[in-house]
């Protein structure tokens, strides 16, 4: 396993460690089913990745497994830190954002308002906002059938230290979001395919934030998250792993662009949000780079007949 693959396994497996011993600290439940057919699958996975990576050699088949494994499992221990942190109940940060976004002069029932008078555009953005997961598939097939092995773990580490660095720093500035901090009407609401969308997020955080819900939803597992926006980090992510990719990253650039305009009516967010999530994705990227965990050795890279990084 090379860097920095390496050190987001190491994270993904301390998240899994602090989660096993704060659930039944907290009082919570994890529903057994659901949590026996995932490691079933990452079984499945992991046992396909070891046979291509040892048994019968195939780099493309490994790195597609190991992707797989990591995207699940990372995910997974990660909500479950997400909905531990938020039933710390502490201080909601909203007025202080909010107080925020109107220093930079965003107004975020205006920019509602303008979306109601724009069905099209509404739909639009919400149809941009809702591929995050597409490219995610698109970034792992794509630089893996290429053979840019390298910039596939980069991706993945990037994946993994924006997403866990979102999820800290929404531990110790929590918020619902814009629309119930504002008490967002219906008539207010833009013409997306759930009108309240929006909302989604916020009956889990109060029951967390009260005690009401101890048992974690594992099939129902949601971003709960407002400040920072993942959606903003990853689109900068996804948009960098495709560079060398040239065909691809232009449509996917004007597919982002439009993710990050409707982000905060589509996920709930204030500007700070959408301004924080793409420094801590720009910030990642330079250390990423700063430190060569990007490129293949030249000798490896053409022993596997992969392009040179």
Same mark, same amino acid.
């Given at each position: 396993?090379?860097?920095p693959?390496?050190w987001?396994w190491i ?7 602090a989660?096993?011993?704060?659930? !039944?600290?907290?009082g919570?439940?994890? &529903?057994?089913?659901p949590?026996?057919r995932?490691a ?5 996975? /992991?046992i396909?990745?070891?046979v291509?990576?040892?048994?019968r050699p195939d780099a ?5 497994? #190991? ?5 699940i499992?990372f995910?997974?221990?990660l909500?479950?830190?997400? @909905? =531990? %942190?938020?039933?710390l109940?502490r &201080?909601? @940060? ?8 109107r220093?930079?002069? +965003?107004d975020?029932q205006? $920019?509602?308002?303008y979306l109601?008078r724009r069905?099209r555009?509404?739909?639009? =953005? #919400? ?7 597409l490219?995610i598939?698109?970034v792992?097939?794509g ?19 924006t997403?866990?660095?979102?999820i800290?720093?929404a531990?110790?500035?929590p *918020?619902?979001?814009? @629309? ?6 219906d008539?207010?609401? !833009?013409? +997306?395919t ?10 889990q955080?109060l029951?967390l934030? %009260?005690?009401?819900?101890r048992?974690?939803?594992?099939t129902?597992?949601? /971003?709960?998250?407002a400040?920072? %926006? +993942?959606h *903003? ?8 792993a495709l ?7 232009v ?5 982002n ?6 982000? &905060?009516?589509?996920?709930? $967010?204030y ?8 420094l801590?994705?720009?910030?990642a990227?330079?250390?990423? *780079? ?5 490129g #293949? &050795?030249?000798?490896?890279? %053409?022993a596997q007949?992969?392009p040179? #990084?």
């Amino acid at each position: 396993m090379r860097l920095p693959m390496r050190w987001a396994w190491i994270l993904a497996i301390a998240i899994a460690v602090a989660d096993c011993i704060w659930v !039944p600290a907290a009082g919570f439940r994890v &529903p057994a089913m659901p949590l026996v057919r995932i490691a079933a699958i990452l079984g499945a996975l /992991g046992i396909l990745w070891w046979v291509y990576l040892r048994l019968r050699p195939d780099a493309i088949i490994a790195a597609l497994a #190991e992707a797989a494994a990591f995207l699940i499992f990372f995910t997974l221990v990660l909500e479950i830190f997400c @909905y =531990l %942190s938020l039933a710390l109940d502490r &201080p909601l @940060y909203d007025a202080v954002f909010a107080a925020a976004d109107r220093a930079l002069g +965003f107004d975020f029932q205006a $920019h509602l308002a303008y979306l109601v008078r724009r069905p099209r555009l509404a739909r639009l =953005l #919400e149809l941009c906002y809702d591929t995050s997961m597409l490219q995610i598939a698109i970034v792992v097939v794509g630089l893996a059938m290429t053979r840019r092995l390298a910039r596939l773990r980069a991706f993945l580490a990037l994946f993994a230290f924006t997403a866990a660095a979102v999820i800290g720093i929404a531990a110790i500035f929590p *918020t619902l979001g814009p @629309y119930p901090y504002y008490a967002i009407p219906d008539n207010l609401l !833009p013409a +997306f395919t759930d009108p309240r969308a929006g909302w989604d997020s916020v009956p889990q955080v109060l029951a967390l934030r %009260s005690g009401a819900m101890r048992l974690l939803p594992l099939t129902d597992l949601r /971003g709960l998250v407002a400040f920072p %926006s +993942f959606h *903003t980090a990853l689109a900068f992510i996804t948009v960098w792993a495709l560079l060398p990719m040239r065909r691809i990253v232009v449509p996917l650039l004007a597919v982002n662009a439009a993710l990050i305009l409707g982000a &905060p009516s589509n996920g709930d $967010h204030y500007l700070c949000d959408l301004l924080a999530g793409a420094l801590i994705a720009l910030v990642a990227i330079a250390v990423l *780079t700063r430190r060569g965990l990007v490129g #293949e &050795p030249r000798a490896v890279a %053409s022993a596997q007949g992969a392009p040179a #990084e």
